[in-house]
């Protein structure tokens, strides 16, 4: 019988240098794409749910519920309710002075969590610089004076609420405690980060025109 001759050929291992792996990790994230997050985020709707929150706990702990102040605290506060005086025509004690004046609280933030519920389902094509526009500028960023003056009311109406809170903020830092200063910082901080939003809404309007106008060719008056 005839032997095969053949021999089994073994491949050799590649000795080839193997290409690095030349991925690189995502990158961090740079400042400007954190500050557009930001930007495009819509913090009234935050705002709403902590001034919620806020007058919620307000009125229940601080008004509604009994409270130990110490002894002397109760000795007090019982005196507030139990003494009255002529004050402007009517009987009254300290204690309805407090009463008054807490509900009053609560009714400034439920009014503040309705007009930021508002504000947070307004389109953001409105901001504070569109206060000071010519008539001119409405004329190319806006598309009639309708529109341009409900950007003006909104506006105003962000910047109302932001300054009514801040001095609110202000008043916790002098008179409360710890509690409603660290939620009224945050209410402020927040509504105070929209403002400066629309603070650079009209340069970034008028950015885009120029790049939209730039593509067909013609120039930006």
């Known amino acids: 019988m005839p032997v095969s001759t053949r021999r089994t050929v073994r491949s050799k291992p590649s000795t080839a240098p193997t290409a690095p792996n030349t991925a ?32 919620a706990t307000h009125t229940v702990f601080g008004l509604i ?12 506060f019982s005196a507030m309710q139990t003494v009255r005086f002529n004050f402007m025509g009517s009987r009254r004690t300290l204690h309805d002075f407090y ?15 309705t007009l930021s519920w508002i ?8 901001g504070s610089a569109a206060w000071g526009l010519t008539k001119a500028d409405a004329k190319e960023i806006e598309d009639g004076n309708a529109e341009l003056g409900l950007a003006r009311i909104v506006g105003m109406l962000k910047w109302v609420l932001f300054m009514s809170n801040l001095a609110h903020m202000v008043l ?41 106008e730039g593509a067909q060719g013609r120039g930006f008056d």
């Open 24 to 55: 690189s990790p995502s990158p961090a994230p740079s400042p400007s794409s954190l500050y557009s997050r930001l930007s495009e985020m819509n913090t009234y709707k935050i705002t709403t749910l902590l001034l919620t929150f806020f007058a």
């Open 65 to 76: 519920l009994p409270n130990d102040f110490g002894v002397e605290g109760n000795d007090v």
């Open 99 to 113: 009463m008054g004046f807490g509900l009053g609280v609560t009714v400034f933030l439920c009014m503040s969590a």
């Open 119 to 126: 504000l947070s389902v307004y389109p953001d094509t409105a």
């Open 172 to 212: 916790c830092y002098v008179y409360l405690f710890i509690p409603p200063m660290v939620v009224s910082t945050v209410i402020a901080a927040l509504l105070g980060w929209e403002c400066f939003k629309d603070l650079t809404y009209w340069e970034r309007k008028k950015a885009e025109m120029r790049r939209t």
